[in-house]
């Protein structure tokens, strides 16, 4: 199974080891499934991560996020990017469907609301969004 996976969802799992995001996590290093990802997402992923608030709040230190950044680098399928989505009114949401299109991914996991606005335009690239317990689902780890 491919799946994109929201910037959201990774820092989530890193800052609260008890949440479902944090299993998503656990079933990526698992290798349960196939992250797809891009470029952008990738450096987005590094500065949210490095955001003195999340580095003061919630102790993610740059090893933590250098060693995500080695997992994602290392198992990941990478696709180009060309900005050329334009569903959401949020660019870097178009880029997160965007991902999911070239990459071929089946599930688009995530919290953001406006992706779940997107849902008709993913529906009819054959992608679904969930979030992370019903991702969880799908892929086995939970019921």
């Avoid at 944090?22 to 290093?29: E, G, H, M, P």
């Avoid at 290392?74 to 959401?88: F, G, N």
């Avoid at 599930?107 to 991702?135: H, T």
Wanted: hydrophobic share 40%; glycine share 4%.
């Amino acid at each position: 199974m491919n799946a994109v996976i929201d910037t959201n969802v990774w820092v989530s799992g890193l800052i609260n080891r008890n949440g479902m995001p944090a299993r998503v996590l656990d079933a990526y290093r698992d290798l349960r499934f196939t992250v797809v990802t891009s470029e952008p997402l990738l450096e987005e992923l590094m500065q949210v991560l490095r955001r003195p608030k999340i580095v003061r709040k919630y102790g993610v230190t740059d090893e933590d996020a250098q060693a995500l950044q080695e997992l994602l680098r290392r198992h990941a399928v990478v696709v180009p990017i060309h900005h050329t989505v334009c569903v959401c009114r949020d660019p870097d949401d178009n880029v997160v469907i965007e991902t999911a299109e070239r990459g071929n991914a089946q599930f688009l996991v995530s919290g953001d609301a406006d992706l779940w606005e997107a849902e008709d335009y993913l529906r009819d690239q054959r992608i679904q969004v969930l979030n992370p317990k019903e991702f969880l689902d799908k892929i086995g780890i939970l019921g």
